[in-house]
Every structure is written in C-alpha cells, then in structure tokens.
C-alpha cells in the first residue's frame, strides 16, 4: 500500500526476504509492489546490502513469476538502470558483486529488459574521467552486448556507441583499452549484422590504420587487434602485413 509509513514497508520486505522461499509461492502478487518499493527511493538512493538482498530474490523467483504487465515491465527497467548508474564502488569486491547481480538479472529477464535500457547512461560511463569508472562502465557495457541487448536504436546512437569505446585506445592504461578493445570486438561482430554498418566498420579501421603508420604505437596496435579479434576475428584481415611483420621480428628476437 502506497500510504503505508514507510518503516512498515521496509519491515515487510524484509520479513518477505528472510522467509523467500516460502513466499516464492505468492511472487505474482508480490512482485509489483516490491518493484515499486526498490524503484521508489524508499530504501535509499545507492545500492546498498538490502536493495541487492531483495533484486537477489526477485531473480530466485524467475521460475515462478517475471514482469508481465506494463507497469511491472517499465519498473523492472527502471530497476536495471538504477543498478547500472549505481553500480560502482571504490571496493573491487563490491563492485564485483553489483556487476554480477547486474548479470544475473539480465540473464533472468533479458527479455523483459532488452528495450528498457539508459542508452545514455551505459555511453557516459565509459566517457567519465575517472579510469576507474571507466573501466566498471566497460564491463557493465560488455554484459549487456555479451547478452545481446543492443543499446542504441538508430544509426546516430550506434556512431556515438562505437566512438566512446575508440576513445577509450587513447587511455594509457591497458587497464582501460583493453577492455574496450573486447567491448568494440564484441559490438562489431553484432553492428555488421545490421544494415549499414560500414560506415562504423570503416571509422574503427581508420582509426586503427592511423595506428598502424605510427610506428611508435605497433606494441599498442598488436594489443588491440588481439583483443578485438576475440569477438570479432575479420578485423585482421586488413592488419595482417603488419602482423605478420610483428611476428617475423618477434621469432628473430628469440633466436
């Protein structure tokens, strides 16, 4: 109830979460209004233990029940992009966590949520200053990609896409550009199934070639087309003198 006060609210949930085996049985009911609580703010405005207590047993009653109705769909969606904005934390084993929940929740209701996503949201977080947020908006943008909801919707959307993750080959930091070398490998091999995608296609290889007649940034060029071509291997194609020169120097240097 909506005019509950709201500490009554948080102690049924919380009654509700310690006993989530037993109310599986009711998630159709339960489900909408736990939603609205978790999307509301009543329970505070960052992740915190007892938000991903009650997403971890929303996820556990999957099997019975998931967002059917429109409401319940537009706030699972919200759900996922507070997640996702709210997602990092200076602790690595927190973040870790977060991201796993994230996963899992996509996993679970990836058809629910698949055209409820922030695309600005997912694009400012690998634009941010921060290394460090970069990098958790890299790996938040991969489990997204990696389970086949695609962000942008028009063309315009897709450009913007691709640029961030390129900008991302200028960062000094391999913690950073290899990430996002996975991330473009990973989008590429899904942009090139949808119409005209060559003119993306054409910027990633422009900016790779301009790396390429540099011959200062051959290491960095080698590190990224080694990790772009996990997701999509047709990117070496057009790089295979050089590498085939990188490998020549490389088994002269053993010898």
């Given at each position: 109830?909506?005019?509950?006060?709201?500490?009554?609210?948080?102690?049924?949930?919380?009654?509700?979460?310690?006993?989530?085996?037993?109310?599986?049985?009711?998630?159709?009911?339960?489900?909408?209004?736990?939603?609205?609580?978790?999307?509301?703010?009543?329970?505070?405005?960052?992740?915190?233990?007892?938000?991903?207590?009650?997403?971890?047993?929303?996820?556990?009653?999957?099997?019975?029940?998931?967002?059917?109705?429109?409401?319940?769909?537009?706030?699972?969606?919200?759900?996922?992009?507070?997640?996702?904005?709210?997602?990092?934390?200076?602790?690595?084993?927190?973040?870790?966590?977060?991201?796993?929940?994230?996963?899992?929740?996509?996993?679970?209701?990836?058809?629910?949520?698949?055209?409820?996503?922030?695309?600005?949201?997912l694009v400012e977080m690998m634009e941010t200053e921060s290394n460090d947020k970069v990098i958790c908006g890299l790996q938040l943008n991969a489990v997204i990609i990696a389970n086949e909801m695609i962000p942008w919707?028009?063309?315009?959307?897709?450009?913007?896409?691709?640029?961030?993750?390129?900008?991302?080959?200028?960062?000094?930091?391999?913690?950073?550009?290899?990430?996002?070398?996975?991330?473009?490998?990973?989008?590429?091999?899904?942009?090139?199934?949808?119409?005209?995608?060559?003119?993306?296609?054409?910027?990633?290889?422009?900016?790779?070639?301009?790396?390429?007649?540099?011959?200062?940034?051959?290491?960095?060029?080698?590190?990224?087309?080694?990790?772009i071509h996990k997701g999509y291997p047709m990117i070496l194609d057009s790089f295979m003198s050089r590498i085939s020169e990188s490998i020549g120097k490389a088994v002269r240097k053993t010898k």
């Amino acid at each position: 109830n909506p005019t509950q006060p709201k500490n009554v609210k948080i102690f049924l949930a919380k009654f509700i979460e310690n006993c989530r085996s037993v109310f599986a049985h009711f998630a159709k009911i339960l489900l909408g209004p736990i939603l609205s609580l978790l999307t509301s703010g009543t329970l505070g405005e960052s992740l915190n233990f007892f938000i991903t207590d009650l997403v971890t047993m929303l996820i556990s009653w999957s099997h019975v029940y998931k967002p059917q109705d429109m409401q319940e769909k537009g706030e699972a969606g919200a759900l996922l992009n507070f997640l996702i904005k709210n997602a990092y934390n200076e602790r690595n084993d927190i973040f870790k966590l977060n991201l796993e929940l994230i996963k899992k929740l996509v996993e679970s209701w990836r058809e629910i949520l698949e055209d409820k996503i922030s695309f600005t949201s997912l694009v400012e977080m690998m634009e941010t200053e921060s290394n460090d947020k970069v990098i958790c908006g890299l790996q938040l943008n991969a489990v997204i990609i990696a389970n086949e909801m695609i962000p942008w919707v028009n063309e315009e959307q897709r450009r913007r896409y691709a640029e961030a993750i390129l900008k991302t080959f200028k960062n000094p930091s391999s913690k950073v550009y290899q990430p996002g070398a996975q991330l473009l490998g990973i989008c590429l091999n899904q942009i090139v199934k949808e119409e005209n995608s060559q003119e993306v296609l054409a910027r990633v290889k422009d900016n790779l070639k301009r790396m390429e007649r540099d011959r200062s940034k051959t290491d960095l060029l080698m590190e990224l087309l080694y990790c772009i071509h996990k997701g999509y291997p047709m990117i070496l194609d057009s790089f295979m003198s050089r590498i085939s020169e990188s490998i020549g120097k490389a088994v002269r240097k053993t010898k």
